[in-house]
């Protein structure tokens, strides 16, 4: 991979200084500046299948988000994170703090998924679905659409501020502040229900809901509209750390350097290989078109996002200089050196990387479902109650009290019965069983009772068998009984 290429050093000459007393001779002085400013990049529209993609992705994603938080399920928002609640909606899952091995079960295989894709592909992901794409795709189309072609945005923001200017950035950046807000709002929702979020924000209440949703909108307009790709190319870890899960047999944007150089313009009418010159015609329309500025004929670079415009527009050219297409093209490094057809390339995907990263991946995806489809219907925690440790009580029983959180994670109510055992003459004095609302939690108190003097002074081990009398089965709990000295 060629090592990251930063902006140029400008070098700022200084004026040579006169001999001083000491002898020394004259000499001119320099100053490197280490830093550049950043220039905008202002990237072309282009047409292609790869295009097309792109924004078949941008719908799917942004379909899938700004839609599934106004869905029901039941009485219910269908995908909620209820941090107040402390519970998680999934569909019809009732996920409690308890369950946070799913979460991370999750993050896990989206982890080795993106380490197996991108051993594959490179980092199509980052070009099609990363959010960061996904919406600065869609803030370009707005200043598309309210500025103009590239040539127009390059006149416009050369040019003095005029009316006309004024009122091109004034709309562009209240539809850029608009669908910021509304991306905030969507995100905050899936935290908070969403359509009494909207009732609040409407009414201007609730403080740390405006926070969040002020904050969220910030963060899109900032990352999509202002730093873009900056973002990837500094900010992004992934590109940091790509390098490592590539090697010569990954799919990425490619040049064909053998075929292109030496590169140089030319008129349809003239044959390249009569003139001792390549298919490139350098007409930059790659660079142009290419949302993070870079090259792709100076070879691999990490800021390479794998979209594929720089395709599309190299194949329009092609078309109309009647050359063959593919002067760049997805493929991969040994491919591209060895001239290999497209079957000999798709025989290599299957390496040992990639079946390591598809077997690891399989078997936690298949653990993680078998988990979650054979997972107990509630969950129970057992508290000691720290007031009364130990006491006897009428009818010469020694008592200890707990406290159980019993938490059904179903969508209708349920009857559970509570017994234990461990002790001889062990048993529940308090009511056996209780009710419990639909995906609610409940603390109960629990008394259990053994005759005093049947059990040796010290802690002994007890279990507590809570049963869903409704079929959702049953929860073994571990916890100890004191019996005084």
Not at 148 to 168: Q, V
Not at 218 to 240: D, I, L
Not at 275 to 286: F, M, N, P, Q, R
Request: hydrophobic share 45%; aromatic share 12%.
């Amino acid at each position: 991979m060629k090592p990251p290429s930063g902006p140029a050093r400008k070098v700022i000459p200084i004026t040579p200084v006169a001999a001083g007393p000491a002898g020394t001779t004259d000499a001119a002085a320099e100053v490197v500046s280490l830093y550049e400013a950043q220039k905008k990049i202002y990237p072309r529209s282009i047409s292609g299948s790869f295009a097309r993609w792109r924004w078949a992705m941008v719908a799917l994603t942004q379909l899938v988000f700004y839609v599934v938080p106004w869905l029901q399920w039941g009485e219910r928002q269908m995908v909620l994170f209820d941090l107040g609640a402390r519970r998680f909606y999934l569909f019809g899952y009732v996920l409690y703090p308890q369950d946070f091995i799913y979460l991370t079960g999750l993050l896990i295989v989206s982890a080795l998924s993106l380490f197996l894709f991108t051993a594959v592909a490179g980092r199509l992901w980052c070009g099609f679905a990363c959010p960061q794409t996904v919406y600065t795709e869609m803030f370009m189309w707005i200043e598309h659409k309210v500025e103009g072609e590239r040539s127009a945005r390059l006149r416009l923001d050369a040019g003095p501020w005029t009316r006309e200017k004024i009122r091109k950035k004034a709309l562009k950046q209240l539809l850029w502040i608009g669908l910021a807000l509304w991306t905030g709002f969507t995100f905050v929702g899936y935290f908070v229900p969403i359509r009494a979020l909207g009732a609040e924000l409407l009414a201007l209440q609730g403080s740390w809901q405006i926070f969040w949703v002020l904050f969220y909108g910030f963060a899109t307009y900032g990352n999509a509209g202002y730093m873009r790709e900056q973002v990837c190319k500094y900010m992004c870890p992934y590109a940091r750390f790509q390098s490592a899960m590539f090697d010569r047999d990954t799919l990425i944007v490619t040049y064909d350097n053998a075929r292109g150089e030496p590169r140089g313009p030319r008129s349809k009418a003239v044959d390249p290989k009569v003139s001792g010159l390549g298919d490139c015609i350098d007409c930059t329309l790659c660079v142009q078109v290419c949302p993070v500025g870079i090259d792709i004929r100076n070879g691999l670079q990490y800021e390479c996002i794998g979209c594929g415009l720089c395709v599309d527009a190299c194949n329009t050219v092609m078309d109309k200089m009647r050359y063959r297409r593919g002067l760049i093209r997805f493929s991969t490094q040994n491919a591209v050196a060895a001239r290999w057809s497209g079957a000999q390339m798709l025989r290599r995907v299957l390496r040992p990387r990639v079946l390591v990263y598809g077997a690891i991946l399989l078997s936690l995806c298949v653990g993680l479902a078998a988990s979650l489809v054979l997972r107990t219907a509630f969950k129970v925690d057992v508290v000691r109650d720290r007031a009364a440790l130990s006491r006897i009580v009428a009818g010469g029983q020694l008592e200890n009290i707990y406290r159980l959180q019993i938490m059904n994670a179903t969508e209708a109510g349920q009857r559970y019965r509570i017994g234990a055992h461990g002790l001889d003459g062990l048993r529940v004095a308090s009511d056996a069983e209780v009710d419990i609302g639909a995906a609610e939690s409940r603390w109960v108190a629990v008394r259990l009772q053994i005759p005093y003097g049947s059990a040796t002074p010290g802690s002994h081990p007890v279990q507590f068998e809570i049963e869903a009398l409704g079929g959702g089965g049953h929860v073994t709990e571990k916890s100890v009984f004191l019996v005084p000295r």
